[in-house]
């Protein structure tokens, strides 16, 4: 545990590039999709974060101005057959 961080990170980096190193072609290429695609996964994870947040602040902001609609046991149902419905 005295070792320096970047002392351990250089062997991790090392014992890493010999394990790729190592790969067949076919499994360096699913290494590489499995690294594209959990890239990608976080990139469009954090899109929906930001488009989720917006779309609960035009929410708020609703509900501030009085836009919404109250619903009540009668009207309820009403309203989960047109959510069915689309």
């Known amino acids: 545990m005295s070792q320096p961080i970047a002392t351990i990170n250089n062997r991790l980096l090392e014992s890493l590039a010999q394990i790729i190193l ?19 996964a976080a990139g469009q994870e954090q899109q929906n974060i930001k488009a989720l947040k917006q779309d609960i602040a035009v929410g708020i902001e609703q509900l501030q101005k009085g836009q919404y609609t109250e619903y009540d ?12 419905a689309q």
């Open 22 to 40: 190592s790969l067949s072609e076919e499994e360096y290429q699913i290494l590489v999709e499995k690294i594209l695609h959990s890239r990608l």
């Open 73 to 84: 046991e009668n009207s309820l149902p009403t309203l989960i057959t047109l959510i069915k």
